[in-house]
C-alpha cells in the first residue's frame, strides 16, 4: 500500500502561484508514474500532469507551459507549480501514483486550489 498527503492549496488571485506538494509513504519501492489529476465543480477527474521515475513527464494542453511537474525521489515527494493561474484551474487536485508492477492507483485525500478573478 501508498500513502499519499497533499497540501499547498489554497486560495489565489489569477495570475497568481501555487506549488502543491504530495509526499508518499509505504511501499513507495513499487511507485513508478505518480502525477496530478483535478476535478473542477461538477466535472470528471481530469489528468493536469505526471512524471515517471525516470524523470519523463507529460502535461494537459491546457497547463503547458504554466505548470511544472516535479519528484524529488529521495524525498519521496512530487510537487506541481502552478504559474499564471486562471479560474479554469480551481477545482480539488488530487496526488497520485501507480505501482510498477501491480498497475495499481492510489490517491491522496485531494487539496483544494480556487482561483479567484
Known amino acids: 500500500q501508498v500513502q499519499l498527503v497533499e497540501s499547498g492549496g489554497g486560495l489565489v488571485q489569477a495570475g497568481g502561484s501555487l506549488r502543491l506538494s504530495c509526499a508518499a509513504s509505504?511501499?513507495?519501492?513499487?511507485?513508478?508514474?505518480m502525477g496530478w489529476y483535478r476535478q473542477a465543480p461538477g466535472k470528471r477527474l481530469d489528468l493536469v500532469a505526471r512524471?515517471?521515475?525516470?524523470?519523463?513527464?507529460n502535461y494537459a494542453d491546457s497547463v503547458k507551459g504554466r505548470f511544472t511537474i516535479s519528484r524529488d525521489n529521495a524525498k519521496n515527494t512530487v510537487y506541481l507549480q502552478m504559474n499564471s493561474l486562471n479560474s479554469e484551474d480551481t477545482g480539488v487536485y488530487y496526488c497520485?501514483?501507480?505501482?510498477?508492477?501491480?498497475?495499481?492507483?492510489?490517491w491522496g485525500q485531494g487539496t483544494q486550489v480556487t482561483v479567484s478573478s
Open positions: 512524471i515517471t521515475s525516470s524523470g519523463s513527464t
Open positions: 509505504g511501499s513507495i519501492f513499487s511507485i513508478n508514474v
Open positions: 497520485n501514483a501507480q505501482s510498477r508492477t501491480t498497475l495499481a492507483n492510489f
